[in-house]
């Protein structure tokens, strides 16, 4: 028998749990986690230890102590959130950063709607919108620290991609100008740093990390395709419009978050639409949402408040598209 997709019920019993399937998405997270060891060294792991960490106590001590219920941690899903939102930070940013940020993702947006299965907001984002707006200084600083691998390297600060395309953009600059003043190249954007949060520093690694979710069968391609595939559309219509003041799809979306949003975030199985029909409206309103914010919103990045957008109408989306029942009757033609 082939091994089946994670999919509404009814279900068939196999091998598949919550703990394998935590633990394929933490694999498919090691390219991008050891491509930004290799540019942010002891920062990265710092990062990432230190969420992991403090996500599977916190919600271990409210599971324990606050709710008397039996810890769950050894799912990992804790450890995950606590992955991603390390992720999803500044590499240089301070321990007690992730420690605030990790409270909030389990504390809040996990354990407050009564823990895994139950929450409504992907909790990993929570707690990063809630650093950016609560930390907006420490959240935008994009010092890159000296590497292990990089020995005699004095950290440099700098501003992300998108960071300068939107300041270039209000000074009258064009596309074109900014990419030639900047040396931006998208071989660069593939596969090396380019700037950003530590989980975006190779959209390649990222990329590797979809082909092996969508060949463990733990996802299905419809969000992560919507999401990119609306963003293309979407930017390049902007861009064949005005060309000069829009960046093109390619740039778009190899720059920032998306792809991490896409592959990582927006697929998280209690927050995301079960039918086919529910995912692909979930992610083409993501990337819309993405695009409006990027190109006209305060921010240069757009992907977490649309992810957390879109999450408030899966419930919605779950109502209104069901899967068929169980034994219904289909008519032909």
């Not at 690694?205 to 733990?218: E, K, N, P, Q």
Request: aromatic letters at 12%; proline letters at 6%.
């Amino acid at each position: 028998m082939k091994k089946l997709l994670v999919s509404p019920a009814p279900h068939i019993h196999g091998k598949e749990s919550t703990r394998g399937l935590m633990r394929d998405v933490i694999i498919a997270l090691a390219p991008s986690l050891l491509v930004s060891i290799y540019f942010f060294g002891f920062s990265a792991i710092k990062l990432a230890f230190v969420g992991a960490i403090t996500c599977v106590l916190v919600e271990y001590a409210i599971q324990k102590y606050i709710i008397k219920a039996k810890p769950s941690v050894k799912d990992y899903s804790a450890a995950l959130t606590g992955l991603l939102l390390a992720l999803n930070l500044p590499p240089n940013s301070p321990w007690w950063i992730v420690f605030i940020g990790s409270l909030v993702a389990i504390g809040i947006a996990k354990m407050s709607f009564g823990g895994l299965g139950q929450n409504l907001f992907n909790p990993a984002l929570v707690g990063r919108v809630f650093l950016l707006v609560s930390f907006p200084v420490i959240m935008t600083d994009w010092t890159t620290p000296a590497s292990w691998f990089r020995e005699g390297i004095d950290s440099s600060t700098g501003a992300t991609a998108l960071s300068i395309v939107k300041e270039g953009l209000s000074k009258g600059m064009t596309m074109d100008e900014i990419f030639a003043q900047n040396d931006f190249s998208y071989a660069q954007m593939l596969f090396s740093k380019i700037g950003g949060s530590v989980g975006e520093v190779s959209a390649f690694a990222l990329l590797l990390g979809l082909v092996y979710l969508l060949i463990r069968r733990v996802i299905r391609p419809h969000i992560p395709l919507s999401i990119l595939g609306s963003v293309a559309i979407f930017s390049g219509i902007f861009w064949l419009i005005k060309p000069e003041q829009f960046p093109d799809p390619i740039f778009t979306i190899l720059t920032g978050g998306i792809l991490m949003g896409a592959i990582f975030m927006a697929t998280d199985y209690v927050t995301s639409p079960m039918s086919s029909k529910g995912m692909i409206i979930y992610g083409v309103g993501i990337g819309v949402i993405t695009v409006l914010i990027r190109f006209f919103g305060a921010y240069p990045e757009g992907i977490s408040f649309a992810i957390l957008i879109m999450n408030a109408t899966v419930p919605l989306l779950n109502n209104y598209f069901k899967p068929e029942r169980f034994g219904k009757e289909v008519k032909n033609g």
